[in-house]
């Protein structure tokens, strides 16, 4: 899995579904899937704050369309606010079969809180 994160705010992971990430189906696994949007998110987060921060909230996720083995599948992260100890992150993930066609497979929204070295939010810069 490569994680790049661009300029300012924005992130972005990019994998390939491999069998070992799907389910019987063929298709992958949700949870996978969440756990690249929530890489995606932190990204972003850490970038726009400078410093650690934790996932607080999940909003909205519409797994719309499935990945399956062998497509190309990035999650790009983008801060849509910020509050004073928080950020909230819009991610959306689209698939890419064989260098083709993009298609949007699944969207939802991240709450993060920056933390101290202790753990407890902190005020964003």
Do not use: W
Not at 73 to 88: C, L, P, Q, Y
């Amino acid at each position: 899995m490569s994680c790049m994160a661009a300029q300012g705010e924005i992130s972005q992971v990019t994998d390939i579904v491999m069998p070992h990430m799907a389910n019987h189906y063929g298709t992958l696994f949700g949870g996978t899937l969440v756990a690249m949007m929530d890489k995606a998110a932190y990204l972003a987060a850490t970038r726009r704050t400078g410093l650690d921060c934790v996932t607080v909230h999940i909003d909205n996720i519409n797994f719309s369309k499935p990945a399956k083995i062998g497509d190309v599948v990035i999650a790009e992260a983008r801060v849509v606010g910020t509050g004073e100890t928080s950020v909230k992150i819009a991610v959306s993930v689209k698939s890419e079969r064989f260098g083709k066609s993009e298609m949007l497979i699944d969207k939802a929204l991240f709450v993060f809180v920056a933390v101290d070295k202790n753990g407890r939010p902190t005020r964003i810069p």
